[in-house]
């Protein structure tokens, strides 16, 4: 797909009716059906820049001089059941669908798919297997067209994809896996990506391309990969040597926005491609930096309209037009913020959910829970939950949230729950959350049983109430009421769960360090 001009489409359709023979004493009017689409450019949230935008420095470098303004505002990932990219919507805030038959009381392990261990030893240690933070799988239900376009290929294992329910995900030890999703069995052969991967990788909606980012360099420069999925291998690496940021690792989980890809880096750059099968081709790249320093980018961008937020290493939250890549407000959440912001619209106004870690405090702080309006960055309300950090041999363990909040829908439409690392600031390391998204009060905690990156996942019964589940760095796995935080069903079952599950019907597939992959079906 090549450069694209701004269009602005207007239709309208006229259907006239005419004499119906020759002995007409009265001509009828002719009958107008008109069908008018409203122009594109009166949909883009507007092109300004707010006060507090000037505390970012920015640079947009751009290829040529042609206009790349989004094509539409069309979600790609809103009306299909599978999970293309982190938290599966351009908003990050899916309440993923998954449904129940009544309150369940259990959770059963239908399969697990252990993954080689990697032993090769990093600048920064040795990754093991599984999968890492924030490591959510891809779910595709594929076409029987596409399973035999990738049968044709020759791309597929022998009888693999008959229900052509397929899981992807990367993993620590630098590798790829497809899955078939009933069985666990692999669905195509294991792909060499190189680096270690910790983020979750990104599936296009429109091609089969598979966008995975380096996490941690073994031998070879980090980069963002594109996998032609047709071809079964990596047909498109890029890495930036003018970045002004030099870590060069991709966590962030790209999407497909208005018909180009948005991919926050670490390196302190945020690009938009343009695609097409098995290629990128970079059109703009924002550069910036507050108080002097170009900060890392590990969350995922969260988009409505032209509008599209983040947050970074440095606890700057900024909103981009990413028709012009340039910045139009910012704001400075105190802290290291790496989870990822959800979107919500309430009455036309988009507003943003974020929480920062405790890093940069020193030992003790706070992690701040906040709600942004999004249009202007001005807050509506502060949480400050007391966090600590925590040494672990040499190493030291940071305090507030890595998780992405889950906002609640059904019976607890005005709640927000998240895991938040308290690290001996409470009774436990780790604690559930459940907020008013209202006021940003607490309605009620839940200690877990060790600190907890991964975030939090919801399934609903057909009285439409819902229920969480998560797990936590001890291995352990929860099922929660959530409207009244009634613990129903807990136990250990893996090493650590960092990363972040996806939704199946009653199933959620998750995976652990170590022990690999697992996929629990809540009954």
Known sequence: MGAYSFLIFSVVGLISAGCAGRNVVQEEPPVTDTLEQVPIEKLFLPDTSYASAQKVYFVVEQKDTLTYYLQDLDDRYASDFSTFTFRRNLLRNAAFGGTLEKRPDTVEIAWTFKTPEDNFETKFGNWGGGTGWTGQPIYVHWSKEDVGSFRKAGVILPSALESGEEIIFTSL????????????????????????IKGSPSLDPEFKNLYIGHGVSRETPMNLLCVDLLKHRITYRFSDYKAWRKWGAFDSSPVVAGGYLIWPGENGSIYKFSREQGKLNLLQTLRYKVGGAAPGVESSIAIWRNYGWFQDNNGNILCINLNTMKPVWHYSNHDDSDGTVVCRIENETPFIYAA?????????????????????????????????????????????????????????????????????????NGEFFALSTKDGSVIYNIPLSQFCWSSPVAFYDKENKMYIFTGDGDGVIYLIEAKTGAVIYSKKVAYNFESSPTVVGNAAVVGSRVNGIFKFVIK
């Open 356 to 428: 920062s870690e405790v890093d940069h405090q020193g030992m003790e702080g706070l992690c701040y829970f906040i709600k942004i309006n999004g249009l202007d960055g001005s807050l509506v309300w502060e949480q400050k939950i007391p966090c600590r950090r925590l040494k672990h041999g040499e190493k030291i363990m940071d305090g507030g949230m890595y998780s992405t909040p889950l906002l609640g829908e059904g019976d607890c439409k005005e709640m927000i729950f998240a895991n938040v690392c308290r690290q001996k600031a409470a009774k436990t």
């Open 173 to 196: 030890n630098a590798k790829a896996y497809f899955l078939d999703f009933n069985t666990g069995k692999r669905t195509r052969s294991d792909l060499d990506v190189q680096n270690t």
